[in-house]
């Protein structure tokens, strides 16, 4: 499957065993074929669990204007395969929160259907909280999930979270210091 080739490598790519993980620029979103890939991704059950901006995304124009949206408050990646580096699979946004206590980024993802259960959104989580941890910009990654969401509510654990005492009708918040990530 041909995605076009979008020249994605940059210093700031973030490798993993099997994926490439790489900060999108709004001048990526005039990129058609990206475009089209990550619209192709969102299908009501990657969206499901997703603010509802994400069920409106259908069509170029409005992943567009929902990804426009989402860079004027976040960092958004995309990542791919390293054997097919041109056709994104998924997205992360990291989005930062001025609290009192610590400097924190609220994590989001999404993945593909047809990769769900191969452990990518771990390798993927892993390999991008490890380069936060390095660069030291965050102490405290917090990541909010529908409380039916066991496979993220399990990888969110497996790396490390913990439940906060934060909730929202269905929703239970995690959190992570990167001081102790890893450790």
């Given at each position: 499957?041909n995605?076009?080739?979008?020249s994605?490598m940059?210093?700031?790519?973030?490798?993993?065993?099997r994926?490439i993980?790489?900060?999108?620029?709004?001048s990526?979103l005039q990129?058609q074929?990206?475009?089209?890939?990550?619209?192709?991704?969102?299908?009501p059950?990657?969206?499901h669990?997703?603010p509802?901006?994400f069920?409106?995304a259908?069509?170029a124009?409005?992943?567009?204007?929902?990804?426009t949206?989402?860079?004027?408050?976040a960092m958004v990646?995309?990542?791919?395969?390293?054997s097919?580096?041109?056709?994104p699979?998924?997205?992360?946004f990291?989005?930062?929160?001025?609290?009192?206590?610590?400097?924190?980024?609220?994590?989001?993802?999404?993945?593909?259907e047809?990769?769900?259960?191969?452990g990518?959104?771990f390798?993927?989580?892993?390999a991008l909280l490890?380069?936060l941890?390095?660069?030291?910009t965050?102490?405290?990654i917090?990541a909010?999930?529908e409380?039916?969401?066991?496979?993220?509510?399990?990888l969110l654990?497996?790396l490390?979270?913990?439940?906060?005492?934060t909730q929202?009708?269905n929703?239970r918040?995690?959190?992570?210091?990167l001081?102790d990530?890893?450790?």
């Amino acid at each position: 499957s041909n995605c076009g080739s979008m020249s994605l490598m940059s210093e700031q790519s973030i490798f993993s065993e099997r994926l490439i993980i790489r900060q999108l620029n709004p001048s990526d979103l005039q990129e058609q074929m990206l475009i089209e890939s990550i619209t192709k991704i969102l299908t009501p059950a990657v969206t499901h669990s997703l603010p509802s901006a994400f069920h409106s995304a259908a069509d170029a124009e409005s992943v567009v204007s929902l990804l426009t949206g989402l860079m004027s408050e976040a960092m958004v990646f995309q990542f791919s395969l390293r054997s097919l580096p041109d056709c994104p699979i998924g997205l992360v946004f990291l989005a930062p929160e001025q609290t009192k206590s610590a400097n924190s980024a609220h994590l989001g993802y999404l993945l593909a259907e047809q990769y769900w259960r191969q452990g990518l959104a771990f390798e993927l989580l892993q390999a991008l909280l490890t380069r936060l941890q390095d660069q030291g910009t965050f102490e405290r990654i917090v990541a909010g999930v529908e409380a039916d969401n066991i496979g993220s509510i399990k990888l969110l654990e497996k790396l490390g979270f913990e439940l906060t005492s934060t909730q929202q009708e269905n929703h239970r918040f995690y959190q992570l210091l990167l001081t102790d990530f890893g450790k």
